[in-house]
């Protein structure tokens, strides 16, 4: 750090053009705010860049019609705070209590007005370091052998003010709409532009382009007052609650299926929007043809001229003319700031709207670059949450540890803890956890095994994309083993054509675990690291290499993971055979009795017990066990004599026989084969 | 297969191959049927098959017929195949024209005929096996009928092969069957001879032979060098049965003395995998030639009943007394192995024989428990808590829990009411959690007692409901007890999760520790416990430190000692100018400490050096321990953490005058370093029962002194009950113990505490359920099921395992395993044959 200080207040000598900040982040936004609570709370030097006067621009403008499809779920029933982010998609992470957005809301879907209020309180009540009016033009890269990463970047502002960073964070959202270019689309209105009062619309007919939540939010205001509606998009419709990706169609806005597939009112059609094109007649009606027709024409003809489907297919479907046609395509990063040597290259396929990264949020083009927010999104793209703020509010924490202990020395927090508390420390994360719920299949908690598992390491949220580098990213160390804990959908249950609904979709019983549908958590386990070969040839669906052993606890109603014996007990089975130990709890008495009858103890009477920290008991409690015959009561046997060995409860023996018990693990195998 | 078959082969590893292929054809249609013409086409050279001729329905050979049908598929084994050959009415060729033909059946080699069969040779299974397995191994097994043809083949077969000579009463019988199916496996290795004159049993050494049961003698005739002796003679103990006679034969063949120089743990020999024990002769390189010869003498005697093995003590480094010079292992996983001192070879063949006699019963016994537990066994009680105190917290559940004592906090309330008592003690814990719910419940009971107790609140926090205070607090496991001083720090409490501990360690901790004396009546006052007055009713010891004023580096280490015990012991100080009258008094010169222990009359001195605070913690802590403790539950880690070995006296109830003196004086004695001198009070802790049961199997009669070496091998030695316990008589006993003259009554078990049950293997039911799943992309995929789930101590136990189990296993078709299996797959097959001829 202090070599950095040093370089830094020299380069502010040297070219005094330029202001220089160990972390520059590009966009006062949900995600660049987050970013900038963790860089301030770990007393790092930064600057976030805002372009409009208040943090949430885009807030401010979008949704057009202002409500958010964020839910704000104010009751869950419980107090832990920690749980209850898994039902609060709005908040960002702070250690401020006013910050929750139950607090500034009643609304299960509130108004992004209230989003833009937020976040003004977030960067003020923290004192965040914002600079406002302040759009960041370009961006390009400075080679320096002593810079963080082998170069600084300089941006520049409208101003032709310079910056000089160290580090950039990019959190410029997705900003840019996406517009088809086809004959007559100068016809077309944006979803940015287009009115939003529903009497504007009474009695017209309306196309949208477009079947994402914008569209379907424009088609739902206006719904009431229209002739109908018709949609045209490429691909079918996707209903969050059969994908399980918040992204797609959310039930909220989806009044329009209701009218097409009961009356057939309004209607949806799917069809490539590069092949449309349209034509305005003389009265101003809007008709579809295809760019083919077009093609075909004289130049010089009249609009009359032109070949409308409906001449050759009189049955074509959009042979209404329409009244308008809306636009509402989504939007895209602006790759326009970035400088050719900073390679800021467009995703592949469905993802080009979003900046190519790796799984660690680095741009793959430029080494100290990183891209947080909605931009991120490619990483888990119409899986999980890291587009939306309640997903990478976690994702940006990630991004802060890595950046800690690359340029700071600061390895991943983490804690150690004895073995007995394994089991424990899985059930509470599981079961409190908001990161590794929201953002499902991509942080996930790594606990990395001691010498001899005597005591354990655990690190929370990671993103497991980048597991094969987990030693020099967190400053950990992996020698003996880890088990990653990770939430997961079964792997055939969500999907835009799938029956989420169909008869026995749950799964109630432990050992059939695996095939558990909803969201349930897994845990792998490995001997060692896996590769970064071994992550690249991980089956597809798979967040993760075929492990050593996995462990699935049973999917819940209530997600409330803390059942003894269908829950708890096969995650101890998984955990004592991963580690080939004993990790059951006992009473001081039955370690009193092993420690004069055994040379070693198990880790409970060793770690307890033996360390004065032993488990008395309760009187009663230690009758429960007795009745449960795991407990044998040696003063019984003043009045009783000695006890036939076969007596029903022939416990305390019992308990040292079944440690000695010769078990056969392949014949359960085989058993399980023969079924 | 047919070629396969059409060889005579003898190598077991086929019978096995074809007996585990068995099951999967089924036994239908094994008994072909044919007309005349289709049968003598069917007939291929060096195949056997066995023919009965009969037109259509003739009624009398039904039973005949029936257990013709039956040997169809023992016969199969042997690759000979059983057709009924239905001859045409109007046929009169040899075998059907011939009336009386029909009442015989046919061996046939390829298309000649070997041996007619009247139908009453052939009354069952076993009779037709062993007749016509009688006529096919002419060569392999010569029939004897006097002494000297016996003789002549003995000579013969000196320095060449051994024999396996057998008597049966009859043949055609079950044991005659046995004999003539290890011949058609073994007979190739060696020569079989079979009679059935008794006289010929009476010259083998057998004088009074039981000529009503068969036999079977090993001659030992390859190393037989003189032509004038006859063979070494092996008779095999067991019923004759075709596993047992593969046993022995197995038995037979091992080395006669194995040469070890490894941990006998390790070591496992044919005798260990058959289920029999091996006796370790130790040998020191002095030794060696005599030692040797001891040890094949003792194997001759031995041979079938144990294994003998020569372990060179140069090479392993044992644990165990010099003295020691045989060792005996048993099959049994998880059973140590016995060092022992003996004198005399017959004391190991005692031993050997009494072993497998109490062996037999166990088996007995065993059998029956098995046949109980098998039902349980099937779904492998996985899912079954075996957790004591998750299981006793569950099943209290219901219970409602009388907290009205304890104060709720939440993330709220939790620092304001921190302020308001002078001491707040809080239980952070998760509802979830077992041990959590258990200290709740003596929390409760801590409540109970301190009810009223000015100063003191008690209180819990659910870290389940508010993580925030918890992780603040810096509670990273469940549970955790603080104690919290208002305004100032707090304590976390480190002693056991007891109500009379917890409710002992709040109020001591309400004391400050040290406690600042004013006066010497105060500081008498605190000796005697009876100053501060809160305190005089718990039970404790005293720590007064005397300090005059200018020691002031010792007081300021003994302040933060008391700061670490605080609650723990009672430390109190006083430095006033009068401290040495105090001093003199105790006949120290301070900085000192003065030590009385709770009900002790007397008081201690030390004086200090210069000493850190931690060492002062140490030494503290050393000093309160007792001499002659009564050893409990709850104490025993303070001793334990000596890591000395244990002396000691169990009695039921307190112990008697002359007991506790002597063993007063002798832990006093100079002894005192090197162990710990203890007695347990079974009344008090019953637990101690567990104990002796543990050791002796049975509660011996009491008291009872015992030495365990808990820190160093194991091993636990018992005081002779005869002698009295007197310090003399322990101190010569013990000096025993340390020349290795005493052998221990047992050892301690030394194996690691593995996984009590297998988990899901979630993995294996993946890839069974979705085959196609691309699981093998990963290329280490082999050595995964390796580890999970575990291999388990009982796992190698051949002998044991059930049967029925292992034929699921050949279903399954295993790869071919080592030997160890056969055993076991033999019985199986054994009883399927049984089940076959009592149809």
Redesign the interface.
């Known amino acids: 750090l202090g070599l950095a200080l040093y370089t830094g207040s020299l380069c502010a000598v040297n070219s005094a053009a330029f202001l220089y900040h160990d972390y520059c982040i590009i966009g006062a936004g949900p995600s660049g705010l987050q970013a900038a609570y963790f860089l301030q709370q770990a007393g790092r030097d930064y600057l976030v860049f805002e372009r409009s006067h208040a943090p949430g621009s885009f807030f401010a403008l979008y949704p057009r019609h202002r409500k958010l499809i964020s839910i704000n779920k104010r009751y869950t029933g419980?107090?832990?705070?920690?749980f209850n982010l898994r039902h609060d998609w709005n908040s960002l992470l702070s250690h401020d209590r006013r910050l929750l957005f139950r607090r500034y809301s009643r609304d299960f879907f509130p108004n992004a007005d209230t989003m833009v209020r937020y976040l003004e309180d977030f960067a003020s009540l923290l004192k965040l370091r914002v600079q406002y009016n302040t759009a960041i033009i370009h961006v390009t890269l400075e080679t320096d052998e002593q810079a963080w990463n082998g170069h600084y970047f300089l941006l520049t502002d409208q101003d032709r003010q310079n910056y000089k960073c160290s580090s950039l964070l990019v959190a410029t959202g997705t900003w840019v709409p996406n517009v088809v270019n086809f004959p007559g689309s100068e016809y077309v209105e944006g979803y940015e532009t287009v009115s939003i009062n529903p009497e504007d619309f009474a009695g017209q007919t309306v196309l949208i382009l477009g079947r994402g939540n914008s569209a379907f939010e424009t088609a739902e205001n206006i719904l009431g007052v229209t002739n109908f509606i018709h949609m045209v998009s490429r691909s079918r419709v996707r209903l969050s609650w059969a994908t399980h990706y918040v992204g797609d169609l959310r039930a909220i806005n989806n009044g329009l299926l209701d009218t097409y597939q009961l009356k057939s009112l309004d209607g949806l059609l799917e069809g490539d929007l590069e092949d449309l094109a349209i034509i305005k007649d003389k009265k101003g009606k809007l008709h579809i043809t295809l760019r083919f027709y077009l093609e075909n024409r004289n130049t010089s003809a009249s609009i009359d001229s032109i070949t409308l489907p409906q001449d050759e297919l009189d049955n074509f479907a959009t042979r209404a003319p329409y009244d308008r046609v809306i636009r509402c395509l989504g939007w895209k990063f602006d790759f326009s700031i970035y400088n050719r040597s900073l390679r800021m290259m467009p995703g592949k396929g469905n993802k080009k709207k979003y900046p190519q990264i790796k799984p660690s949020y680095e741009s793959r083009g430029t080494r100290g670059l990183f891209v947080l927010g909605t931009a991120s999104h490619s990483v888990d793209f119409r899986k999980s949450a890291g587009g939306f703020i309640h997903g990478f509010r976690y994702t940006t924490r990630a991004v802060h540890r890595l950046l800690e202990n690359r340029h700071h020395g600061v390895p991943w927090p983490s804690?150690v803890?004895?073995i007995t508390?394994l089991t424990?420390s899985i059930?509470?994360r599981v079961?409190?956890a908001s990161g590794l719920y929201q953002m499902f299949s991509v942080l996930a908690d790594i606990i990395l095994l001691r010498e001899n598992a005597t005591a354990f390491e655990y690190l929370e949220e990671y993103p497991v994309g980048v597991l094969a580098e987990l030693e020099t990213q967190t400053g950990r160390k992996a020698p003996n083993g880890l088990f990653v804990v990770i939430m997961e959908y079964g792997r055939n249950f969500s999907g835009a054509d799938k029956d989420v609904f169909y008869y026995n979709r749950a799964v109630g019983e432990?050992?059939h675990?695996?095939q558990s549908n909803f969201l349930h958590p897994v845990i792998y386990?490995y001997?060692r690291l896996p590769t970064e070969r071994?992550m690249k040839?991980?089956?597809?669906d798979w967040p993760l290499?075929?492990?050593?052993?996995?462990?699935?606890i049973v999917e819940d109603f209530l997600t409330d993971w803390?059942a003894?014996?269908a829950h708890?007990?096969?995650l101890?089975?998984?955990l004592?055979?991963?580690l080939?130990?004993?990790l059951?709890?006992?009473?001081?008495?039955?370690c009193?009795?092993f420690?004069?009858?055994?040379?070693?103890?198990?880790?409970f009477c060793r770690q307890g017990?033996?360390?004065?920290?032993?488990?008395?008991?309760?009187e009663?409690?230690?009758r429960?066990?007795v009745?449960?015959g795991?407990?044998?009561?040696?003063?019984l046997?003043?009045f009783l004599g000695?006890r036939p060995p076969?007596s029903p409860e022939g416990s305390?023996?019992q308990?040292?026989r079944?440690?000695?018990?010769?078990?056969?693990?392949?014949?359960?195998?085989?058993?399980?084969?023969?079924e | 297969m047919s070629a396969q078959k059409n060889k005579w082969i003898s190598s077991f590893s086929f019978l096995l191959f074809w007996v585990s292929s068995i099951p999967t054809r089924g036994s239908v249609g094994l008994l072909q049927e044919l007309n005349p013409q289709e049968y003598f086409r069917s007939l291929q050279p060096g195949r056997a098959s066995l023919a009965y001729f009969s037109h259509h329905v003739s009624p009398g050979g039904q039973p005949f017929l029936e257990q013709i049908e039956n040997s169809a598929e023992a016969l199969q084994d042997y690759g000979i195949s059983v057709v009924k050959v239905n001859c045409p009415k109007e046929d009169i060729s040899r075998y059907c024209g011939k009336d009386n033909a029909l009442r015989k059946a046919y061996l046939f080699r390829g298309n000649m005929l070997i041996r007619e069969f009247p139908t009453d040779a052939l009354f069952d299974v076993n009779s037709i096996v062993a007749n016509v397995l009688f006529a096919l191994l002419f060569n392999e097994v010569k029939y004897v009928e006097t002494l000297t043809d016996l003789q002549n083949i003995e000579n013969a077969l000196k320095g060449r092969s051994n024999m396996v000579f057998a008597y049966v009463p009859a043949t055609g019988t079950a044991e005659h069957r046995a004999v003539m199916e290890a011949a058609f496996v073994y007979g190739t290795v060696h020569q079989f001879v079979l009679t059935t004159e008794a006289t010929l049993l009476k010259d083998t050494g057998n004088d009074e032979p039981d000529v009503s049961s068969a036999q079977l003698l090993f001659c030992h005739c390859q190393q037989a060098t003189d032509l004038a002796q006859p063979c070494r003679r092996t008779a095999m103990g067991q019923a004759l049965t075709m596993l047992n006679i593969h046993r022995h034969l197995k038995l037979m063949a091992a080395p006669l003395v194995t040469e070890v120089a490894e941990d006998p743990e390790k070591v496992s020999t044919v005798h260990l995998q058959l289920g029999l024990p091996l006796v370790f002769i130790l040998s020191q390189k002095e030794t060696y030639e005599a030692d040797r010869r001891t040890a094949e003498f003792v194997a001759w005697q031995l041979l079938g009943k144990a294994g003998v093995a020569l372990l060179s003590r140069d090479h392993v480094d044992l644990n165990v007394l010099l003295r020691s010079n045989v060792a005996l292992k048993t099959p049994d996983?998880?059973v140590p192995i016995k060092y022992l001192v003996l004198e005399d070879t017959d004391e190991i063949l005692t031993l050997v024989e009494d072993k497998s006699k109490v062996e037999q019963i166990q088996e007995d016994e065993e059998e029956e428990?098995e046949e109980e537990d098998e039902g349980e066994k099937?779904n492998?009680n996985?899912?079954i808590?075996?957790?004591?105190?998750?299981?006793?917290?569950?099943?209290?559940k219901k219970?409602e829990l009388p907290l009205e004592q304890i104060l709720v906090l939440?993330?709220e309330t939790f620092h304001s009411a921190l302020l308001e008592t002078a001491r707040t003690v809080v239980l952070f814990y998760?509802s979830?959690?077992?041990?959590s719910l258990?200290?709740l419940?003596?929390y409760t009971?801590v409540a109970d007692q301190l009810k009223g107790t000015q100063g003191v609140l008690l209180s819990r926090v659910n870290c389940?409901?508010?993580?925030?205070v918890c992780t603040k607090e810096n509670v990273?496991?469940?549970p955790t007890i603080k104690i919290y001083e208002k305004g100032e720090r707090s304590v976390i409490y480190?002693?056991?999760?007891?109500?009379e501990?917890l409710t002992t360690f709040i109020m001591l901790s309400r004391v400050s520790c040290p406690l600042k004396l004013a006066t010497i009546d105060e500081a008498e006052g605190y000796l005697r416990g009876e100053f501060p007055s809160e305190l005089s009713s718990y039970h404790h010891a005293s720590v007064l430190g005397v300090f005059s004023t200018a020691t002031s580096e010792a007081r300021e280490a003994f302040e933060e000692a008391g700061d670490i015990l605080s609650g723990h012991v009672t430390m109190g100080m006083y430095f006033e100018d009068d401290a040495l009258a105090l001093s003199r008094k105790y006949a120290v010169s301070p900085p000192a400490l003065l030590l009385a222990r709770s009900g002790a009359q007397s008081v201690e001195s030390i004086s200090l050096s210069k000493q850190s605070a931690q060492d002062m913690v140490q030494m503290i802590t050393y000093e309160l321990l007792d001499i002659f403790p009564e050893i409990t539950?709850?104490n025993?880690?303070?001793y334990?953490?000596l890591r000395k070995p244990?002396l000691i006296l169990f009695s039921d109830g307190d112990i008697g005058q002359m007991e506790s003196t002597e063993m007063l004086k002798l832990a006093k004695g100079r002894s005192q370093q090197a162990f710990v001198a203890c007695w347990l009070n079974?009344?008090k802790?019953?637990?101690?029962?567990?104990?002796l049961?543990?050791?002796f199997a049975?509660?011996p009669s009491l008291p009872l002194l015992v030495w365990?070496n808990?820190h160093a091998g194991?091993q636990v030695f018992r005081f002779p009950s005869e002698q009295p316990i007197t310090e003399m008589n322990i101190l010569s006993w013990l000096e025993k113990l340390k020349a290795g003259l005493e052998i221990p009554s047992s050892t301690?078990?030394?194996?690691?505490?593995?996984?009590?049950?297998?988990?899901?293997?979630?993995?294996?039911?993946?890839e069974?359920a979705v085959p196609g799943?691309?699981?093998h992309?990963?290329h280490h995929?082999g050595d995964?099921l390796e580890?999970?789930?575990?291999?388990?101590?009982?796992?190698d136990?051949a002998t044991?395992?059930d049967p029925s189990?292992e034929t699921?296993?050949e279903k399954?078709g295993s790869p071919g395993r080592d030997l160890r299996g056969t055993a076991p797959r033999l019985a199986a097959r054994e009883k399927q044959g049984k089940r076959h001829s009592e149809l």
């Not at chain 1, 059951?584 to 039955?590: G, H, I, T």
């Not at chain 1, 795991?630 to 003063?635: G, V």
């Not at chain 2, 580890?787 to 796992?795: L, V």
């Open positions: 419980k107090s832990n705070s920690e804690t803890y004895p508390q424990n059930i509470k079961n409190e432990a050992q675990a695996w386990y001997r071994e040839l991980r089956p597809p290499p075929r492990p050593d052993a996995i462990h699935h803390t003894p014996n708890i007990l096969p101890r089975r998984f004592e055979n991963c080939s130990t004993d059951r709890n006992f009473f001081a008495e039955s009193f009795l420690a004069f009858t055994h040379q070693k103890l198990p880790p017990y033996m360390r004065m920290q032993g488990l008395v008991g309760s009663g409690l230690r429960r066990a009745e449960a795991l407990l044998e009561d040696y003063a046997t003043d000695d076969d305390q023996d308990l040292l079944d440690h000695v018990i010769p078990v056969r693990p392949l014949q359960h195998l085989v058993n399980a084969k023969d | 996983e998880g428990e099937e492998n996985q899912d808590q075996d957790d004591q105190v998750v299981e006793a917290v569950s099943r209290d219970r939440t993330e998760a979830w959690e077992a041990v258990a200290v419940r003596s009971e389940w409901d508010w993580p925030g990273t496991q469940f480190n002693g056991m999760w007891g109500t501990e539950v709850q025993l880690p303070h334990w953490q244990f079974l009344k802790t019953p637990v101690g029962r567990g104990i049961k543990a050791y049975t509660v365990v808990l194991g301690l078990s030394e194996e690691d505490w593995k996984p009590p049950l297998p988990a899901y293997d979630f993995l294996q039911m993946m069974t799943l691309p699981l992309t990963s995929h995964m580890q999970h789930p575990p291999k388990s101590p009982g796992e136990k044991q395992v189990q699921k296993a399954v």
